[in-house]
T-cell receptor
């Protein structure tokens, strides 16, 4: 089946640091990747939709200058949390959808980000 | 704004019992609905996907039903086992072709007591 790899699985860093998270589709071409965020005891909330070769589409309330998304190839999307602060601490998870609209979406294992 | 609600928020039952998890969504114009399992600190495992034209899907001890007109879905787990302990998430898609993200409920935290 389709596999999505997300790296790193856990990050602990100081406030003000920028953190990059990678999401790779290992055995299929992902024209669309999605980035979600999950705070404790909350549901996954869609942050942005990333389309290969074009600018990401951000959900309302998500700062595009803080959460930089790059989808430069059909197998890789990156999310960079710039100048991270403690309130950015969360569980970030990506999913990928293929050229033909592969359903269900395939999810990575997530990244636990902790900002001290 | 579409909302997905899951009831109960938490459930603890003895091993062997059959149980039902509920999911409701405010906008019935869904394309499909999925049930996921999430273990602590982990990603999501897709359990069942029901297209809007379908009424139910089955996989092993799991059965998911969909009543699109009333905006409801249920996940039935038969003969529960301690290994079924996890958070179960319901998510809906409002477009085909994988073009849009999913809208998730907050999940039901399930504990199966040995």
């Amino acid at each position: 089946g389709a596999v999505v790899s997300q790296h790193p699985s856990r990050v602990i860093c100081k406030s003000g640091t920028s953190v990059k998270i990678e999401c790779r589709s290992l055995d299929f071409q992902a024209t669309t990747m999605f980035w979600y965020r999950q705070f404790p005891k909350q549901s996954l909330m869609l942050m942005a939709t990333s389309n290969e070769g074009s600018k990401a589409t951000y959900e309302q309330g998500v700062e595009k200058d803080k959460f930089l998304i790059n989808h430069a190839s059909l197998t890789l999307s990156t999310l960079t949390v710039t100048s991270a602060h403690p309130e950015d601490s969360s569980f970030y998870i990506c999913s990928a959808s293929g050229r033909q609209g592969v359903q269900p979406q395939h999810f990575g294992d997530g990244t636990r980000l902790s900002i001290l | 704004k579409q909302e997905v609600t899951q009831i109960p928020a938490a459930l603890s039952v003895p091993e062997g019992e059959n149980l039902v998890l509920n999911c409701s969504f405010t906008d019935s114009a869904i394309y499909n609905l999925q049930w996921f399992r999430q273990d602590p600190g982990k990603g999501l495992t897709s359990l069942l996907l029901i297209q809007s034209s379908q009424r139910e899907q089955t996989s092993g001890r799991l059965n998911a039903s969909l009543d699109k007109s009333s905006g409801r879905s249920t996940l039935y787990i038969a003969a529960s086992q301690p290994g079924d302990s996890a958070t179960y998430l319901c998510a809906v898609s409002y477009s085909g072709g994988g073009a849009d993200g999913l809208t998730f409920g907050k999940g039901t935290h399930l504990i199966i007591q040995p």
